[in-house]
């Protein structure tokens, strides 16, 4: 399994991105795709996920602004940032995760920097 991000770059606050990922290989049809992020010196989060099923989760810190999505028979996922903020200024990574063996897949990953 691949994925590969795009959709990173710099933009002011109170902007919008959207981030895009595309999954490629032997993708078993019953898991969930994600973003994560991580910024300099702290830990990796979960930022937004989605299920197989359509089912989403995000983190607190985002509700109202971002929004997941699914496409291409579940291959793709996609974030549209909205109304962005400095503290959204991170790394962001593209997850995918199997259920039946709890195994995670990642991308490589995308810049994203909010200028105030």
């Known amino acids: 399994v691949r994925l590969v991000e795009s959709g990173g770059g710099l933009v002011q606050a109170g902007g919008s991105l959207r981030l895009s990922c595309a999954a490629s290989?032997?993708?078993?049809?019953?898991?969930?795709m994600g973003w994560y992020r991580q910024a300099p010196g702290k830990q990796r989060e979960l930022v937004a996920r989605?299920?197989?099923?359509?089912?989403?989760n995000y983190a607190d810190s985002v509700k109202g602004r971002f929004t997941i999505s699914r496409a291409n028979a579940g291959s793709a996922v996609y974030l549209q940032m909205n109304s962005l903020k400095a503290e959204d200024t991170a790394v962001y990574y593209c997850n995918l995760h199997y259920y039946h063996n709890s195994r995670d897949y990642w991308g490589q990953g995308t810049q994203v920097t909010i200028s105030s």
């Open positions: 989605i299920t197989s099923g359509g089912s989403t």
């Open positions: 290989g032997s993708i078993v049809s019953v898991n969930a």
